[in-house]
């Protein structure tokens, strides 16, 4: 079992940064495969990022390539999605998920998520 803890969302002017974090709990974060996933209002939840157990390799989508950041620290069970040239169609709940590389086939835990709302 591992539980996500997301913060760092807000209110941030175009153009503005913003850093979220994302704290797990357990001994084993090491084994999981950490993505990040948003929602923007009245439409379906979309990939953003992910990051394998190393950090070694790193997957974003076209729409935030070149602006966001994935990184981990395993040392503190957490992940870091660091976004840069904040657009307003960045605006949306953002969301951490975790997949046992061992065991799932796809993300089985979430956490609450995070709104990020991005002002023209």
């Known amino acids: 079992q591992v539980q996500l803890v997301e913060s760092g969302g807000g209110l941030v002017q175009a153009g503005g940064p913003l850093r979220l974090s994302c704290a797990a709990s357990?001994?084993?974060?090491?084994?999981?495969?950490m993505g990040w996933f948003r929602q923007a209002p009245g439409k379906e939840r979309d990939f953003v990022a992910r990051i394998t157990r190393s950090g070694g390799l790193k997957y974003y989508a076209d729409s935030v390539k070149g602006r966001f950041t994935i990184s981990r620290d395993n040392a503190k069970n957490t992940v870091y999605l660091q976004m840069n040239s904040l657009k307003p169609e960045d605006t949306a709940v953002y969301y951490c998920?975790?997949?046992?590389?061992?065991?799932?086939?796809?993300?089985?835990?979430w956490g609450q998520g995070t709104q990020v709302t991005v002002s023209s």
């Open positions: 357990g001994r084993t974060f090491d084994s999981y495969v």
């Open positions: 998920a975790a997949r046992n590389y061992y065991t799932d086939s796809d993300y089985s835990y």
